[in-house]
């Protein structure tokens, strides 16, 4: 049997061409979180996550800063999970905000919740 010699940063290259952005298994794709973020998420939250988007401007209400890291330590991943599929609302919060379940898989929500433990750090 023949064997194939494929040099090590073409398989490295290949991985991260691969659709996911090079994310290992079991963890989240932050920069498909990030993105994800942007696109959905930032009109109203903010484009660091600060609350400050120009939609979320119009509400009468503060939208959290999810960049303070003392308010993020009192949300568990649970917490983050559920708001961000199901909306405010039906968790006691503001109806302003939708819940994207019926949009977002399970893995983009895990993402997004990892995505937002890091925007502290930032």
Sequence with gaps: M????VPGFLVAAALLAWPGGGARAGEPDLKAAEERFLESC???????GKGDGPAGKLFPIQLPDFTNAEYMKGL??????????KGGAPMGRTPFMPGFGAVLGAAEIE???AYLRTLPKK
């Design 42 to 48: 930032a009109a109203c939250h903010g484009e660091k």
């Design 2 to 5: 023949k064997r194939l010699f």
């Design 76 to 85: 568990s991943d649970e917490y983050l999970r559920q708001i961000i599929s």
């Design 111 to 113: 993402n997004l919740v």
